[in-house]
């Protein structure tokens, strides 16, 4: 991979998520993938727990919007980090806004691990 296929790789993550496209995030997702909220204690792995995590946040919010990118790629590793922020649209209609960050590592072109450290209350929970 290059450094572009790396930052491509998390924007197809993104949009995923922002499009409550679940094949999409799993294409961008090892099998196994180990997905961690750090500041919030939950550890998930595979695809079938990340899903249930996912289906969950997305039923939770009327949308979910990601931006304001920074990303920096480390091609020798297989890493990328990524600052954005987050705009959750709740289904009062508030909008809930927060700063995070991710930490991607890639293993033959999909993420082996995802490690989240966000602001504020968790909105990726453990399924229940």
């Known amino acids: 991979m ?3 296929t790396q930052v491509e790789l998390v924007k197809r993550y ?7 496209n679940l094949s999409g995030l799993l294409d ?7 997905f961690t909220v750090e500041t919030h204690d939950v550890q998930l792995e595979g695809h079938a727990e990340i899903s249930e ?3 969950q946040l997305w039923a939770d919010h009327t949308t979910i919007l990601h931006h304001r990118f920074t ?8 890493r ?7 705009q959750n649209t709740e289904h009062d209609g508030s909008v809930t806004h927060k700063s995070n ?20 209350e968790n909105t990726l929970k453990e399924p229940q």
Do not use: Q, W
């Not at 961008?28 to 180990?34: E, F, G, K, N, V």
């Not at 990328?80 to 987050?86: D, E, G, K, L, N």
């Open 53 to 55: 995590m996912f289906i």
């Open 71 to 78: 990303h920096v790629p480390d091609l020798f590793s297989a």
């Open 28 to 34: 961008t997702l090892a099998p196994s993938c180990i």
């Open 101 to 120: 960050c991710n930490f991607f590592e890639i293993v033959e072109g999909k993420f082996s691990t995802v490690r989240v450290y966000m602001t504020g």
């Open 2 to 4: 290059t450094s572009e």
């Open 80 to 86: 990328v980090a990524s600052r954005f922020m987050v």
């Open 14 to 20: 993104f949009d995923a998520v922002d499009a409550e």
